[in-house]
């Protein structure tokens, strides 16, 4: 395989995997209570204005020492991620929660207030510009510096930190889904929650973790992007939350592995786009595909036609 061809499809899988723990705090909730949360996007956006904050406050830099940072940079992981886990129960309880049994378009107008809200809240703490953040992880090719291999491609250690925390989360999380008691109280939610509530069913509690589930994915993706990436701002949650709910929508929304598949498949579209074509294209071109998989597949790539449980 060309080596081009190889190292854009390497980019592509870092930024998918991005889009991927995105994607699933979108399908989990639309799972749950067929709500596309819209505010999810800013919460990721927050999730990583918090972690750029954290790594100022505790010095974390390139030129400390290894597992000195390996060990702040975990720490910060789970902060983050539970700070995001309370914000987005709080979103849920304060917002959604009293619009449960409303007209469809009621929670619907919520989430993007709560949206709107949110944005406003990241802009009031950091202002309007970029904020840049210096390499933690050298973005250094592994393949020639630890395996002295001579070739063109690269696999830097952001690449392989991305990949290092999203796919463990990605597969505790459907190991969760499928084979614990709560994670079977999740799915027979997802399938008729009167029906869920009557056999004992704590259905209220049940949506409250899956909003906790979303918001803590949504704080990994967030330190995730900054390390990757070096840089947040207050609409970063816009543009990454339209791919990662793009990303759901392609997979099959509501579906855990379609959102994974949805968020690599437009990883991939965006980096071959970027590289072959030009990035004025990429939007297009993406929701172009997801146009053409909706008018085949409207349940996109993964998933399948359910019941209306209204």
Same mark, same amino acid.
């Given at each position: ?16 995997? #991005? ?5 699933? %705090? ?21 999730? +990583? ?20 940072? #390996? ?15 309370? $914000?987005?129960?709080?979103?849920? /309880? ?9 007209? /469809? ?21 950091? %202002?309007?510009?970029?904020? %840049? ?7 250094? @090719? ?13 696999? +830097? ?5 991305? &990949? ?13 889904? &499928? ?5 079977? &109280?999740? /799915? ?18 049940? #949506? ?5 589930? =979303? ?5 990994? =993706? ?12 207050? @609409? ?6 339209? @791919?990662?709910?793009?990303? =759901? ?20 579209? @965006? ?5 072959? $074509? ?14 053409? #998989?909706?008018?085949? /597949?409207?349940?996109? $790539?993964?998933?399948?036609?359910? =019941?209306?449980?209204?």
């Amino acid at each position: 395989m060309d080596e081009q061809v190889l190292q854009t499809i390497i980019i592509g899988l870092s930024n998918g995997l #991005i889009y991927a723990l995105v994607a699933l %705090g979108y399908t989990l909730v639309y799972g749950i209570i067929e709500l596309i949360n819209f505010a999810h996007g800013d919460v990721f956006m927050l999730g +990583s204005m918090l972690a750029f904050t954290l790594l100022v406050a505790f010095g974390v830099s390139a030129g400390g020492d290894v597992l000195v940072t #390996i060990l702040l940079i975990t720490i910060i992981l789970a902060i983050t991620m539970l700070a995001t886990a309370t $914000l987005n129960v709080s979103i849920e /309880r304060v917002a959604y929660r009293p619009l449960r049994h409303a007209p /469809r378009l009621a929670p619907l107008i919520s989430a993007i207030g709560m949206s709107f809200v949110l944005q406003n809240v990241g802009l009031l703490w950091k %202002g309007p510009a970029n904020l %840049g953040y210096p390499d933690v992880i050298p973005n250094v @090719n592994v393949l020639t510096t630890v395996f002295g291999l001579d070739t063109g491609v690269s696999i +830097s250690y952001k690449q392989l930190f991305t &990949a290092a925390v999203t796919i463990p989360l990605l597969i505790a999380l459907t190991w969760f889904v &499928a084979r614990t008691r709560q994670g079977k &109280a999740m /799915r027979a939610t997802a399938q008729d929650p009167d029906t869920a509530g009557l056999m004992g069913v704590d259905v209220n509690r049940t #949506i409250a973790i899956t909003f906790l589930i =979303a918001g803590a994915l949504a704080g990994a =993706a967030g330190i995730v992007q900054i390390l990757y990436n070096n840089t947040t701002v207050w @609409n970063l949650g816009f543009r990454f939350g339209l @791919n990662a709910f793009t990303s =759901a929508v392609l997979g099959g929304i509501g579906n855990l592995q379609g959102a994974v598949l949805g968020g690599i498949v437009l990883g991939l579209i @965006n980096a071959f786009s970027d590289r072959y $074509l030009s990035t004025q294209w990429t939007n297009a071109i993406v929701f172009g595909v997801l146009i053409g #998989i909706l008018v085949f /597949r409207p349940t996109g $790539l993964l998933g399948q036609q359910l =019941a209306d449980r209204a």
